[in-house]
């Protein structure tokens, strides 16, 4: 199954967008677009220490703005329903839905405004960790926690006659043989 083939240990549900970071509990994984539109991966654990928190960083600032933003934006949507008159004459759902978008709208223009600032950063990291980023899942290599890897292919290989009764002690199940 490769390097994501693991069970996901947090429930998703119909919120979950794939372009979020996703933590596995020992890295970062980013997942984005490049220039023409495909989707690339990148690994935390391949970049170095510095560059991953500062990236971290980087990334985490970007969703409180985006968060700051929908906030205000919803706040500035329903000030204009409720001061406007052409908003004023409508019916409830519509005014509603009318808050939604013009909240939408405002937040989408603060984080253009938002994004000047980080996009040029973000652009020259993921051009120097290039080499690191994959358009397919499994090709990601992770050699910190190839390391680490235990071999099971093998159940028990080993039974109960390989093992020593010297001192009474208790092995668990054992394979039976």
């Known amino acids: 199954m490769g390097y994501f083939g ?13 372009f979020f970071v996703e933590d596995d509990g020992l890295d970062w994984f980013y997942t984005f677009l490049d220039n023409d539109g495909n989707k690339c991966y990148l690994l935390s654990n391949n970049m170095n220490i ?14 409180r703005n985006n968060r700051i933003s929908w906030f205000a934006g ?11 008159g052409y ?16 909240g939408y709208a405002y937040k989408s223009a603060m984080m253009m ?35 680490f890897y ?10 109960n006659a390989t093992l020593s009764d010297e001192y009474h002690t208790n092995h668990g199940p054992q394979p039976v043989s």
Not at 50 to 63: A, G, I
Not at 74 to 82: D, S
Not at 117 to 137: E, I, Q
Request: proline share 2%; with cysteine; charged share 25%.
């Open 6 to 18: 693991g069970v996901a240990k947090v429930s998703r549900g119909p919120w979950f967008r794939d």
């Open 50 to 63: 510095k560059d991953r928190d500062q990236f971290s960083w980087m990334y985490h600032t970007m969703v």
């Open 74 to 84: 919803l706040w500035l949507g329903f000030e204009t329903v409720t001061k406007v």
């Open 87 to 102: 908003f004023k004459n409508m019916a409830l759902g519509w005014r509603f839905l009318s808050c939604l978008g013009l």
């Open 113 to 147: 405004y938002s994004s000047q600032h980080y996009n040029p950063v973000v652009g020259a990291f993921l051009r120097k960790y290039s080499s690191s980023v994959k358009r397919d899942l499994f090709e990601i290599k992770d050699e910190k926690k190839e390391y």
């Open 150 to 159: 235990i071999d099971t292919s093998e159940y028990m290989n080993y039974s």
